[in-house]
């Protein structure tokens, strides 16, 4: 396969590139096929209720099941399928595969949990993104209520309006709203007014080094206050530590998510969590917190 890409890229292929650049350069040449013949796959990431750590939701993440370079990481590929446009077939197949998986564990009887799928700018402008989800719904026979959309706040200062607008539309449809990696965008507070989501998800940076880190500490306990003051439901993101789950309890974020619960995981591994219903029985064995 290298030799192939050698001979047929000779002038833009240099045979001193590192690895790196190497895997960067086939990448982009894998990308159409990859879309064509499934190769990206949906992993799950459990979100936990602080008052009770059972399992209350699941984030679908993206991952390139490479047949050279193995299991690759959305931070590799996103970003690339943003620039060739791949990014709407892409983001179509993980928001129809996870609709799909979720109505089917509510199939097999466990209780509904609420499935966030994490949408990139370039697709919500999509003149027909909107159609595409209410079709996905209707097609999945997915109730509305347990789907949410994570979008981050980069990019919108520069078609705010038309984000604003688009996003009403989604909401209209029964659907929720997250603002994702909260507090790393442009504009956090704005958009909690114009947007009203339903969820912010605080960004890892933040959550790292807490109770510990003084500043992280002010600010996560701030955002929570404004959250909850503005009606908003706040999620922690990348929870790692028993002292950040319960520091964060206290604070009554409402949700957390993190490697401390699961890393992301296939659907048949998270349905095994799901029959136990809570996360990390250490975890939750070892919780003082008081429910609020
Ligand atoms: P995100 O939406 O903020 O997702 C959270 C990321 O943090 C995930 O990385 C997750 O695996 C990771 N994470 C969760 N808990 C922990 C923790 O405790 N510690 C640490 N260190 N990391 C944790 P992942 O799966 O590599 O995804 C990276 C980003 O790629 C996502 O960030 C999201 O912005 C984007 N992405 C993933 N899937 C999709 C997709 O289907 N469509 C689009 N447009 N973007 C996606
Ligand atoms: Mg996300
Ligand atoms: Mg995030
Ligand atoms: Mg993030």
Not at 110 to 116: G, M, Q
Request: charged share 25%; hydrophobic share 40%; proline share 5%.
């Amino acid at each position: 396969r290298a030799k192939e890409i050698g001979k047929n890229n000779i002038e833009i292929f240099s045979p001193t590139m590192n690895v790196g650049a190497y895997k960067k350069f086939t990448l982009q040449n894998d990308l159409r096929k990859a879309v064509q013949e499934n190769e990206i796959v949906v992993v799950y990431q459990p979100k936990v209720s602080s008052e009770t750590y059972t399992i209350i939701g699941a984030e679908a993440l993206a991952r390139w099941k490479h047949p050279q370079w193995g299991m690759i990481s959305p931070m590799e590929f996103i970003l690339l399928a943003e620039k060739t446009g791949f990014i709407h077939t892409i983001g179509n197949q993980v928001l129809l595969e996870a609709c799909k998986q979720n109505k089917k564990w509510q199939e097999e009887g466990f209780p509904p949990i609420k499935v966030s799928v994490n949408i990139s700018p370039i697709q919500l402008l999509h003149p027909d993104f909107v159609n595409h989800v209410e079709n996905v719904l209707f097609s999945t026979g997915l109730s509305p209520q347990w789907l949410e959309l994570e979008i981050t706040e980069t990019a919108w200062l520069k078609n705010e309006s038309e984000m604003i607008a688009k996003i009403e539309q989604l909401r209209s449809l029964g659907i929720g709203i997250a603002i994702d990696d909260y507090g790393t965008g442009y504009s956090s507070l704005s958009y909690l007014k114009k947007l009203r989501p339903d969820t912010v998800k605080i960004d890892r940076s933040f959550i790292q080094e807490i109770p510990n880190d003084l500043e992280n500490t002010e600010i996560v306990t701030a955002v929570i206050n404004l959250a909850k003051k503005l009606n908003v439901k706040v999620v922690a993101e990348g929870v790692e530590t028993k002292e950040q789950a319960s520091y964060l309890c206290n604070l009554h974020c409402n949700e957390l998510q993190g490697y401390y619960f699961s890393k992301p995981i296939p659907a048949d591994e998270f349905k095994l969590l799901l029959k136990k219903g809570i996360c990390s029985p250490e975890a939750a064995l070892q919780k003082t917190v008081k429910p609020v």
